[in-house]
């Protein structure tokens, strides 16, 4: 649960095509937090990379990770709360995100194979090709025990996972700010 008066980091995680910024614009949308996709960060290289279909390296996503965490600080520093859109499939990936400074929350939306590549062939215009989907679901590593966050299935509507997001997350975080 969010403590009322902390400033929070919410991460939208999970593989391309489980619907983190559908969902991510409803949190944000639901709360009045400030919002930002994560491949918004991503240098050209990085796009450049994946629309080729080559996986991206932890050396590709070092500064990546550090300039979305430096949002999430900017945020907090401002004494706001904020929401992003990012994979964060490795722990090691989660650990720069929480070291942003706010309390870094995860919601990580978990669908299967079969949802995800379906999502993935019938989304147009993005640069992650639905080719790199078996790559990044290898390089998933789940929420451990001991970190702060929740696992939604994305089975529902996006409004259901919303919902389903926020009831997991606590009341504390359903309060939108004044």
Request: net charge negative; with cysteine; glycine share 10%.
């Amino acid at each position: 649960m969010i403590t009322p008066g902390t400033h929070t980091g919410l991460v939208v995680m999970g593989v391309s095509g489980a619907g983190k910024s559908t969902v991510a614009r409803l949190l944000s949308d639901r709360l009045g937090w400030a919002l930002a996709e994560a491949d918004d960060f991503h240098p050209a290289r990085n796009i450049e990379k994946m629309r080729a279909g080559t996986p991206l390296t932890d050396a590709d996503r070092r500064p990546w990770l550090r300039a979305i965490a430096a949002w999430l600080a900017a945020w907090a520093d401002a004494g706001e709360n904020a929401i992003v859109t990012c994979s964060a499939l490795k722990r090691a990936y989660r650990d720069v995100l929480r070291d942003a400074g706010p309390r870094v929350r995860f919601v990580h939306l978990h669908g299967d194979h079969d949802t995800l590549a379906r999502r993935l062939g019938g989304r147009s215009g993005h640069f992650m090709p639905p080719a790199l989907l078996d790559s990044q679901l290898a390089d998933l590593e789940p929420l451990g025990a001991d970190e702060d966050g929740v696992v939604v299935d994305i089975g529902g509507t996006p409004e259901e996972v919303a919902a389903e997001a926020l009831r997991r997350l606590g009341p504390a975080v359903t309060t939108p700010r004044p």
